[in-house]
């Protein structure tokens, strides 16, 4: 699982699918149908296509407040739970697993908010994701809480991590990205982990080889350059990431083939030792899976307070 978490849904039949469906309706020119499912089904593709897509997307002004995704929907047995309440009921399938994230997932969904500038305006807008949590407010508070708010004394902590005062393009840009990525991703992975350790075979990473890059790091997608070679085969990031998963998708351990240079031991997750595999731009190493942990507990003790 690349950039890969568990998103706790509300359920399909709920308001906000419900209000996406409707959005999608009345952009396809069947609000007045008599049968609205059938009437998107027999619209032309462009105009089916232009429906779709007129509802926020990941790169919109609401960002990872997704539109589409997968949602529980209880009365069929394919999908029936939320994932994190799947995972905790023991509902799902006992195979080993890797899942490991970008250190920086949450900077390329927080460019275009700008006028997201105090404290209380980023509160109100990531409570927004929240409609069907009537303590939004106060819950997404106490999770912010955790990500110091020090743009006004122009010292910003966030992502791109470890940048300083650094690549702040507005005033909470990197606050916000911190919190977006930890919460649809990075944490989101941990809070899955500690759920899964000690019944299946894990085993996590976090990318960090695009460091230094302005504005983004490390960021969502730049995976896909590294995983399948086309920014260039013979660097350390692609040998390694492409070794390791092959041996994975083979014998079920990444480390099962052989772990010469640059390869190094990949130790499994577990909550006793949460190590993680750093994947750095000229060597791998290992690392401790104990960042922003205040933040990651309030989200494991709260996952049913952001379904969105």
């Known amino acids: 699982m690349d950039s890969g978490s568990i998103v706790p849904a509300t359920d399909v039949t709920s308001s906000k699918p419900q209000a996406i469906y409707d959005a999608v309706v009345g952009n396809a020119g069947c609000g007045g149908a008599s049968n609205a499912l059938q009437c998107l089904r027999d619209a032309d593709y462009d105009t089916f296509l232009n429906a779709v897509t007129a509802v926020p997307g990941i790169f919109s002004y609401r960002s990872l407040d997704l539109s ?113 990525g930890d919460v649809t991703f990075t944490l989101t992975r941990r809070v899955y982990l500690e759920s899964l350790s000690g019944q299946v075979p894990c085993w996590s990473y976090l990318s960090t080889y695009l460091y230094g890059t302005p504005v983004l790091g490390t960021f969502h997608g730049s995976d896909i350059l590294v995983a399948y070679g086309t920014s260039n085969d013979l660097n350390v990031p692609t ?17 099962n083939g052989g772990v010469d240079a640059p390869l190094i031991q990949w130790p499994q997750w577990a909550i006793e030792e949460p190590d993680l595999l750093n994947f750095r731009a000229l060597r791998n190493t290992i690392t401790l899976d104990n960042f922003r942990k205040k933040a990651s507990d309030y989200l494991g003790a709260n996952k049913g307070s952001f379904k969105i």
Do not use: C, H, M, W
């Open 68 to 180: 589409y995704l997968p949602r529980p929907d209880a009365g069929d047995d394919f999908f029936s739970q939320s994932p994190e309440d799947a995972i905790d009921a023991g509902n799902f399938a006992k195979v080993p697993v890797i899942v490991g994230d970008q250190e920086d997932e949450g900077t390329l969904f927080s460019l275009v908010q700008s006028n997201i500038t105090t404290n209380d305006e980023l509160i109100q807008y990531l409570a927004s994701y929240f409609p069907a949590n009537p303590n939004a407010l106060a819950d997404v508070a106490d999770l912010v809480a955790n990500y110091p708010d020090q743009a006004l004394l122009g010292q910003p902590a966030g992502s791109p991590f470890n940048t300083g005062v650094l690549n702040n393009i507005y005033p909470q840009f990197k606050r916000l990205a911190a919190v977006l």
């Open 239 to 255: 040998t390694s990431v492409q070794t390791y998963f092959i041996n994975f998708a083979n014998a079920l351990d990444p480390n």
